[in-house]
């Protein structure tokens, strides 16, 4: 199965054109809701009701294609009858029977009849896909068992997916879900078609999928942009649909990592990181410096214990462009040699707390919503988990007067596998890859380097000042002092200062990597709920307007930097993810991101994701009412985010100079052709 059928939604969709119009058009001043009264639904056996299908919600946020139902009938899953009851402290009717019968409507694509159940007894399991519907009738039952004359009532349920987050999973589900995910780890492509069937993709298809898209010379065509949002909303999901294909009953969870913030967890307190889901982080000698050659193993980074334990790293086999030192699928400026996926987290970093995602979510123009998305919200998760290996190999550069203090030579170090990509995308550095060597994984024995362009290696020299922050070198910083840096880089130990593997391009094959992103797109359905944006133009033309970072980028088949189409590829309204599965980077492949766009719009009635989010509740932040903001169509209260730094970049509106290259060039000719979503990777 290809990804264009993985790809594949569940809902009738309009034509390629109609979509981000939708989007755009949509009501969004004010929240959905329903004024049918509600008497019964039905829960997924160890949950409460759903928020939204309670007599009276907590919450005011709702989807609209709820409207007309009673209740949602989640595919695969035990579900139980609920019947309300005001008078009772539980809110239920705990003393009365109830029968009932749940029949699909006609045309469904369910192959079951009737499903049939009493309440208090046996749980009943709907054989559903997502959007089927079925008409329920609910009777009351007398002493005897016998329905009551005149006693029942009608409603409908709505077949669809419920993501959690993953503390809120049963003991059942949890494992269900996890054992689901780790199939995708353990089994071999071939044998899961197998086993499973044709939806199933397992993990090393999913790291190379994100690879293939964000490793290039030129750019990184599903982060630094506008395209960063729905250009993971389609990965994810695909990777969701294979998980199904190994469970039926299980959905992706969400991790909402601003409740560890909340309660004042460590990354290494957080239940996420624990033997039962992700696997339990392995803290380092020094909490000051990290991972170091002088104090820790890079071996001891790997996955301690629990399913993933010691999972083995990839090895790229397809994209011979994109080759790491090492083999794997890692990207070409990151040369660690490690065999297994790594974890060098530390305590330098904090994950987004709740201001932070308070602070993204009171921004009202669609352009800087979209890119801070990649930034704040969201890089700090990554970094605090994958950070960074070998600090101390800085030593020599301190001790040189080359870097200002200490601290600095932390700060640097944290960022150093983004200046080696910078460098790498600049056409300076190129990895060494046909005689890398790891021996016994030992600063000695790892054998490996970059390869400095000729043509470029005097002009280093002037660059380096522009990718290493000037606030952590000394003032004075003559030649001489930079070409010790660029030494460092050529020809010394730069290649061996790397990062681990949730913090680059190949982060997809570390598991916990999965559950950060519904997290995104879940504030970001709640936004369009709450009010959506002012603005909600997306640019054509990044030589003019913001687009993605780098609108200038270098492109090896042109040996030349200039305004390419390829620079912004991936981050403009009608973009595909590249074609990972041919290799054909000149081709796309899946929805567009405007296609995206419009079918995560829970205002819609077009809305076209297979599952909804359990609630849109921030209870757990105290400080911030997202509830109020969302209900309101609040604008921005400066005075609440107050030395917040949501957007590390310029202005979205900043101006590009002009060029001879056209930016629309590429994006206009992988237009999708399809007239359907496909969310079938």
């Not at 030992?442 to 043509?455: H, L, M, R, V």
């Not at 009412?625 to 209260?637: A, G, H, L, V």
């Amino acid at each position: 199965m290809s990804l264009m059928s993985l790809f594949q939604l569940d809902s009738p969709m309009k034509g390629e054109d109609d979509f981000l119009a939708d989007f755009l058009n949509s009501d969004t001043d004010s929240p959905v809701s329903t004024t049918s009264e509600r008497i019964f639904t039905l829960t997924r056996v160890g949950y409460e009701p759903l928020d939204y299908f309670m007599p009276t919600p907590q919450s005011a946020l709702t989807y609209s294609i709820f409207t007309n139902y009673t209740t949602l009938l989640e595919p695969y899953a035990p579900m139980d009858l609920v019947v309300f009851d005001s008078s009772t402290e539980s809110g239920y009717d705990e003393t009365n029977k109830y029968s009932y019968v749940a029949c699909p409507l006609e045309g469904q694509s369910t192959g079951g009849g009737c499903t049939t159940g009493t309440s208090g007894s046996l749980s009943s399991v709907f054989s559903c896909s997502a959007f089927d519907e079925y008409e329920i009738k609910v009777t009351t039952l007398d002493q005897h068992g016998d329905e009551i004359d005149g006693s029942t009532v009608t409603g409908y349920g709505l077949c669809m997916y419920v993501r959690r987050e993953i503390r809120d999973l049963t003991e059942s589900d949890l494992g269900k879900t996890m054992d689901s995910m780790y199939a995708l780890w353990s089994t071999l492509q071939e044998d899961g078609e197998q086993k499973y069937g044709m939806q199933f993709k397992n993990s090393t298809y999913f790291a190379s999928a994100h690879d293939f898209n964000a490793a290039w010379q030129d750019a990184d065509h599903i982060h630094e942009g506008l395209g960063f949002l729905p250009q993971h909303i389609k990965i994810t999901n695909a990777f969701e649909k294979s998980m199904q294909a190994v469970d039926r009953s299980v959905s992706l969870p969400y991790w909402d990592f601003t409740i560890d913030y909340a309660q004042n967890l460590t990354i290494f307190e957080s239940p996420i990181f624990s033997a039962d889901m992700f696997g339990t982080l392995v803290q380092p000698t020094d909490h000051y410096w990290g991972w170091t050659y002088k104090n820790d193993k890079i071996v001891d980074a790997a996955i301690p214990d629990g399913r993933w334990k010691q999972a083995p790293a990839d090895v790229n086999y397809q994209y011979p462009d994109l080759q790491n030192g090492f083999g794997y699928i890692r990207g070409p400026w990151n040369m660690n040699p490690s065999p297994y996926i790594t974890r060098f987290t530390s305590y330098t970093l904090s994950l987004p707390s709740c201001l932070d995602y308070y602070a993204w979510a009171t921004d009202k123009e669609f352009l800087d919503f979209m890119a801070i998305a990649a930034y704040g919200p969201h890089a700090s998760t990554h970094g605090v988990i994958g950070s960074v290996y070998g600090c101390d190999l800085m030593d020599p550069l301190l001790a040189d007067g080359i870097i200002r203090d200490a601290e600095s030579q932390l700060s640097i170090c944290k960022k150093w596998g983004f200046y080696l990509k910078e460098l790498y995308r600049a056409n300076y550095i190129l990895p060494r890859t046909d005689d890398c060597s790891a021996g016994e994984l030992t600063k000695d024995t790892i054998d490996c380097g970059f390869t400095c362009n000729a043509d470029t290696y005097d002009s280093l020299i002037t660059e380096l000042p522009s990718v290493i922050s000037s606030q952590y070198v000394p003032e004075q910083m003559d030649e001489a002092a930079w070409s010790k840096w660029r030494d460092f880089v050529c020809e010394g130990d730069a290649f061996r200062v790397f990062v681990g593997d949730h913090l680059e391009s190949g982060s997809p094959a570390d598991p916990s990597f999965w559950p950060i992103h519904p997290t995104q797109e879940r504030l970001l359905q709640a936004k369009l709920i709450g009010g959506g944006f002012d603005s909600t133009y997306w640019p054509s033309d990044a030589r003019a307007e913001y687009v993605c970072d780098k609108s200038q980028c270098y492109e090896s088949d042109y040996g030349s930097k200039d305004y390419y189409a390829e620079c912004c590829y991936g981050h403009y309204e009608n973009d595909q993810l590249l074609d990972f599965e041919s290799g054909d980077k000149s081709k796309g492949i899946g929805p567009t991101n405007g296609q995206t766009m419009a079918d995560t719009n829970p205002l819609s009635p077009e809305y076209a994701m297979p599952y909804v989010y359990q609630h849109f509740m921030w209870t757990h932040c105290e400080d911030e009412d997202f509830e109020k903001m969302f209900t309101t169509s609040s604008t921005t209260d400066n005075e609440n985010l107050a030395g917040v730094v949501v957007n590390p970049r310029s202005s979205t509106k900043e101006k590009k100079s002009s060029s001879k290259k056209s930016s629309s060039k590429k994006s206009s000719s992988k237009k999708s052709s399809s007239k359907k979503s496909d969310y079938k990777l």
